[in-house]
């Protein structure tokens, strides 16, 4: 699955480079996967981009998860 396009912007806004980000990305979707049974669907993109922004927070710790969803909202 690709990258999503808000990944950059999740990256700069978490003070963390876009490799870092992508990984963070990779391990979302790798856990998503097991909560989810499957990689399609709502619940598993859902699960998949809240994953992502917790993993980015948790590196980075400089924005707020509420900024990143609403912006997530808006795509």
Do not use: C, Y
């Not at 003070?15 to 990305?25: M, Q, T, V, Y």
């Not at 948790?58 to 990143?68: D, E, I, K, Q, Y």
Request: aromatic share 8%.
């Amino acid at each position: 699955m690709q990258a999503p396009k808000i990944l950059p912007w999740v990256a700069r806004h978490a003070g963390i480079n876009e490799r870092d980000a992508l990984d963070a990305w990779r391990r979302a979707l790798s856990e998503a996967t097991v909560q989810a049974g499957r990689a399609s669907g709502a619940v598993f993109h859902r699960l998949a981009f809240d994953r992502f922004v917790a993993l980015a927070q948790a590196r980075g710790g400089l924005f707020s998860a509420g900024a990143v969803g609403a912006a997530a909202s808006l795509s």
